[in-house]
């Protein structure tokens, strides 16, 4: 059962009110549960005068939660048009804390949204996006970013691959990217049947936060050769980065040319990529 933390009407109420079936097009899976929205939103305390920004806040169960928290700005961005009006009535109860963009969140720029304080970053992500999302956020121009933290909800396998350890077989592009600049963690699962609709997997929510000096070599040269590296995972890297300047490259960087991709930690990467 759902504890009243607001005085607003029940989420079920309000997805019937305003016909927000959910829709698979827009990775739709709504929680209900405001004690799991209430817990998700408490990961990210203290708020202070941070500005929060909530992507896919959909009918507002995790919006509702962190401004019960008392998030004091929240910038929430929402695709679906069929949403807003529900996010309105939020906002109205809550005078001058809640920003509402009807925006597809990949075209938008966080560091715009930062006003006095940090940014902090609170999602139940859609999956069909989700990972490009993050990706947008580790990789801005420039480092430090504009947000101080993210509290985002992931399928557990993607969760997995965020906090993955060299050897793994979980480590990959992802792992290399997230590793370099942020530490992550993932906090705690939370299982299909929260959902509404229930989706296919177990999810999990990971905090990451930057990492003040990471080092120092660009975006696109690790992205280039950990898209190159793990492309073919299972073949010896003198093989498999041919195409940047295979055993050369790697004999340069005290790299063996017949490891694999999947033994190389994150400096080693960085040794390769500052290589090119
Ligand atoms: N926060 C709500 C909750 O926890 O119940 C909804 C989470 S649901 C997994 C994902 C939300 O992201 C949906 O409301 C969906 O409409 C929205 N969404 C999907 N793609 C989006 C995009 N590109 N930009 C912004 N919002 C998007």
Known sequence: MSLAIDGLPPLREVIA????????????????DLNLTGRIARQALPFGDATIVEVGPGPGGLTRALLAN???????????????????????????????????????DIARLANRGPVKIVANLPYNVGTQLLLNWLTPRGWPPAWSDLTLMFQREVAERIVAAPGSDA???????????????????????????????TSSVVRLEPLPAPIDVPVAALERVTAAAFGQRRKMLRQSIKGLGGEALLVQAGIDPQRRAETLDIAEFCRLAALL
């Open 17 to 32: 009110a305003h016909g927000l079936d959910p829709k698979k097009s827009f990775g739709q899976n709504f929680l209900l």
């Open 70 to 108: 008392g998030a004091q700005r929240l910038v929430a961005i929402e695709k679906d048009r069929r949403c807003i009006a529900a996010l309105g009535e939020i906002a109205g109860h809550y005078p001058g804390r809640l920003e509402i963009i009807e925006a597809d969140a990949l075209t938008v």
């Open 171 to 201: 480590y990959g592009r992802l792992g290399v990217l997230a590793g370099w600049r942020t530490r992550a963690a993932i906090l705690f699962d939370v299982s299909r049947e929260a959902f509404t609709p229930p989706p296919k997997v």
